[in-house]
């Protein structure tokens, strides 16, 4: 019997191009009123009156990402369409040679593959725990697109003067999104409890932070543009020691958004 053709996979154009939907209802902070005055204060700090509210995010980015025990540039450019995924296609270099890939997930299918000169495959990996793990990420990444943050179904708790809970599943994964934010409602600190492996030992939820350093505005949004991220920011260390495993063991990402674009 004749085989079923392989189908294309979906490309980061094809994730940015929108659906067919009626045009975007526009941000007014007015209807926050139920919302905690700190949730309060960070979506108008995100988000500027009678911006429409996206759907999707386009970024470019460059920075440094770590691979083993050393630190390599990239550039790189990703899509974030929340009712379906996100793509975020790299190239990063060892030894002057060029690695090309993408991490994704798409309608429910995660993926990583990554080829030296684009030919020869350096990782490649998929299944439960990728799509498990890609489902955290871009939980956390909707400090990127904080239209989504708007959605009346997102449960709002103040933790203290500086830090709210925002608590919601995506991508069929529960989230307990804690922002750290100072006094005008910008991002300091976003962290999460993300499926993952870190260490090696075995895929399990551990805490996942993004450490925002300076920020910038595209399009009526203000979001995170300098960031570190990582493994175990304010974990229990072997030692005992907060904090002290996300620089030496955790951390593995460094950018910034040179330019965000949103539909």
């Avoid at 991508?171 to 750290?180: K, M, Q, S, V």
Wanted: hydrophobic share 40%.
């Amino acid at each position: 019997m004749p085989q079923p053709l392989a189908t294309k996979p979906v490309s980061l154009a094809d994730l940015w191009e929108p659906p067919t939907v009626p045009a975007p209802e526009t941000f007014d902070p007015t209807t926050l009123t139920s919302l905690p005055p700190l949730a309060r204060r960070y979506l108008g700090w995100a988000i500027a009156p009678a911006t429409p509210l996206a759907s999707a995010v386009r970024l470019h980015m460059h920075g440094t990402l770590k691979l083993g025990d050393q630190w390599h540039r990239f550039t790189g450019e990703e899509v974030i369409r929340w009712q379906r995924g996100m793509i975020w296609r790299a190239t990063t270099w060892m030894q002057g040679l060029p690695i090309v890939g993408s991490d994704r997930l798409v309608d429910g299918e995660g993926a990583m593959r990554w080829k030296l000169l684009g030919l020869l495959p350096v990782v490649q990996a998929r299944g439960e725990d990728v799509a498990r793990s890609g489902a955290g990420r871009i939980q956390g990444e909707a400090v990127w697109l904080p239209s989504v943050l708007c959605d009346p179904a997102i449960h709002w708790t103040a933790l203290n003067d500086f830090q709210l809970q925002a608590e919601f599943t995506a991508f069929d994964e529960p989230a307990h999104l804690t922002l750290t934010l100072d006094e005008r409602g910008a991002i300091q600190q976003v962290s999460l409890r993300r499926w993952g492996n870190p260490d090696g030992k075995g895929y399990r939820y551990d805490t996942f932070s993004v450490i925002a350093a300076a920020t910038g505005s595209f399009d009526g949004y203000t979001i995170p543009t300098q960031i570190r991220a990582g493994w175990f920011f304010g974990s229990d260390s072997p030692q005992g020691t907060l904090c002290d495993r996300f620089e030496p063991e955790g951390e593995f990402f460094r950018c910034t958004i040179d330019r965000a674009c949103y539909r």
